[in-house]
């Protein structure tokens, strides 16, 4: 049931304060781009400063997992040792693994070598190798709260082309949260993000996005890195989303494993590279919650 909030109800935020002198010039502003033919956040997405709180404790256990597992990666490590590190040390910090049993996902970490694109699904088949490139994609539930994010790793010694593409992969989140800012975009981001990977001759993949989170594991928006300036939604303070865009080195086509349902590979063989921030859109441009 939705009440409409009156100007003198205390504010949906939980401030404490009357509406009219909390957040209403905020809905109305809102409002107001709708009215022009924005697309504007939908009410639910628009976190509380209480709800920001949780969502930033669960993002320093990601964070903290994160930074775990990258002292452990070592030549001859299978994925399923990570998948079990990971596994142990979110419970041993007070959390759960979002990965696990999410809509039948069978492991707590997802882990995707070169041509691998992303949920990669961890295995006592698959041993790191010299020469890999590995995204390691860690996601937490903590309180209530869910936070996400992934990192590119390295193993032994990788070849120029390799480490370039993991390289400018991690340019494009740079240079995407750069245009996180309120009252700006989602096409922003996925302009600044396409046209770095284009310019280093790089195809970012279409299909996959990333995805509003922090009540659940996904929420809108869609994060696409194909989009335009100018376009797609309005960002307001509050909103959190990751920013998580897989740049291929050759074509920009992927496909889905058929056994194993999950794994996305490239449709050329070539390798592909993803790291993931968690942010949060506040009133003066950004914050990073996880990374
Ligand atoms: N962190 C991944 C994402 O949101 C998780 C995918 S769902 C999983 O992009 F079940 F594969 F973990
Ligand atoms: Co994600």
Not at 78 to 86: F, G, K, M, P, Y
Not at 229 to 239: A, E, F, S, Y
Request: aromatic share 8%; net charge negative; glycine share 10%.
């Amino acid at each position: 049931m939705y009440n409409k909030i009156e100007r003198n109800d205390l504010c949906w935020c939980g401030s404490g304060v009357k509406y009219k002198k909390c957040h209403a010039a905020f809905d109305e502003k809102i409002a107001a781009y709708k009215s022009k033919g924005c697309i504007v956040p939908p009410k639910n997405i628009i976190k509380t400063p209480a709800q920001i709180i949780g969502i930033r404790e669960s993002g320093k256990i990601n964070i903290a997992v994160l930074d775990f597992i990258s002292e452990q990666l070592h030549i001859g490590m299978t994925t399923e040792e990570i998948d079990r590190l990971i596994y142990e040390k979110t419970l041993a910090l007070g959390g759960i693994p979002a990965p696990l049993n999410y809509e039948g996902y069978p492991k707590s970490v997802c882990t995707s070598i070169d041509d691998q694109v992303c949920h990669g699904i961890p295995s006592s088949d698959i041993v790191l190798r010299a020469g890999d490139i590995v995204n390691i994609d860690v996601s937490t539930l903590y309180n209530g709260y869910f936070s996400d994010s992934s990192r590119m790793f390295c193993i032994g010694e990788v070849t120029p082309e390799k480490k370039k593409l993991v390289e400018v992969a991690k340019e494009c989140i740079e240079l995407g949260l750069a245009q996180v800012k309120p009252w700006g975009f989602l096409g922003d981001i996925g302009q600044a993000i396409n046209d770095h990977a284009i310019s280093h001759g790089y195809a970012i993949v279409e299909e996959i996005g990333g995805h509003g989170i922090g009540l659940a594991f996904h929420e809108e928006p869609w994060v696409s890195y194909v989009s335009e300036k100018g376009t797609d939604m309005l960002l307001v303070p509050g909103m959190v989303f990751t920013i998580e865009p897989m740049v291929n080195m050759g074509t920009n086509e992927v496909f889905v494993d058929e056994e194993d349902d999950w794994t996305v590979y490239t449709a050329d063989g070539m390798p592909s590279a993803q790291w993931e921030v968690m942010v949060l859109v506040t009133e003066e441009g950004y914050e990073v919650l996880a990374y």
